[in-house]
């Protein structure tokens, strides 16, 4: 073993120069990456885990359906699909569009205000990119940050982004007992509309007869006018119990976001990481060099060997 690190070391100080010079190139280049790039921001916001009910599943299939995204069955609950829904179309085309220091965040992000197709779908996918999500499985904290080059600009459009997922869930998502209480709205309003018809026309009854008691004819028709109208009203109380406990159901199955920690602007970039490029670089740059040293002490050892046979 001293053997061979011996040799090495003989081997690199007599091409020194090459070996140097590879590994001087490759840090370099390692420094141009670490001191040009752009400094990157991440901003996080953490999000208390949602709650579960016994309507989880098929709200994960109303989601699926909504939002175009596959495999969502597969998906334990709500916690693991955050991230892909701050990663939507709908809810990254509607945080781009809100205003921020006078500008939409589509100025502050792409640095324009109208973009063509094209580049609104590249801006879309790189904006994916630069959302992230994901959950604790000890705490069940869930976590959505956003990396760009402006500190304050990535706070404020991922509190935007929770912003549009709130939005979403409570205007778009629509569950079971959601769906109960806009049929029971209906068919109450229909009744209303019925009952107040049988008091105006029991009403003008009364009004034309003075004494229905007179007559057997319009006692019975009085005796109908009020039934239909109890009938009604009966019907009315009933549909009104019935929306207000639709009500109550649909705010405990409609998912909601429950945030613990708004994003603020971080004071500490996540990119470049200058130390880690520079010693990747000065690795990389021995590798390469030890390979050339190597390369070369082989390539005059055939020549020499062939010069001795000729």
């Known amino acids: ?66 939002t175009g995204l596959e495999n969502m069955g597969q998906h334990p609950g709500f916690a693991a699909l955050y991230p892909d829904i701050a990663q ?23 640095r324009q205000d109208s973009l063509t197709p094209r580049e609104h779908e590249r801006l879309l996918r790189w904006l994916k990119r630069r959302v992230e999500g994901y959950s604790n499985p000890l705490t069940g904290l869930i976590t959505i940050a956003v990396t760009l080059k402006d500190p304050v600009l990535a706070a404020a459009f991922t509190n935007e982004l929770l912003r549009q997922m ?21 068919r109450l309003r229909e009744v209303e509309t019925l009952l107040r018809e049988g008091e105006d026309r029991l009403e003008d009854f009364l009004r034309a007869n003075r004494l229905p008691e007179a007559s057997p004819a319009l006692k019975l028709e009085e005796t109908r006018l009020r039934r239909d109208m109890e009938v009604n009203a009966t019907l009315y109380v009933e ?21 613990l920690e708004p994003a603020v602007p971080p004071l500490v970039k996540v990119s470049p990481r200058r130390a880690i490029i520079l010693g990747f670089s000065l690795v990389v740059g021995g590798i390469i060099g030890l390979a050339a040293v190597k390369l070369r002490q082989d390539l005059a050892a055939a020549r020499h060997a062939g010069a001795r046979d000729a």
């Open 239 to 259: 549909l009104k119990r019935q929306r207000e406990i639709a009500r109550v159901e649909e705010v405990g199955t409609t998912p909601t976001l429950r945030v």
């Open 1 to 66: 073993m001293i053997a061979f690190v011996t040799d090495w070391l003989r081997l690199l100080d007599a091409h020194r120069r090459l070996f140097g010079g590879i590994v001087a190139v490759c840090l370099a280049a390692g420094a141009c990456v670490a001191f040009l790039s752009p400094k990157q921001y991440r901003a996080s916001a953490q999000l208390l885990p949602p709650m579960a009910n016994g309507q989880t599943s098929q709200l994960i299939s109303r989601l699926s359906a909504i």
């Open 166 to 186: 709130d939005l979403f869930f409570s205007t778009q998502v629509v569950t079971e007992a959601g769906a109960k209480r806009v049929s029971i709205d209906a």
């Open 88 to 110: 939507s179309r709908g809810v990254l085309e509607g945080a781009l569009a809100q205003q921020h220091a006078g500008r939409t965040f589509r100025f502050w992000i792409a």
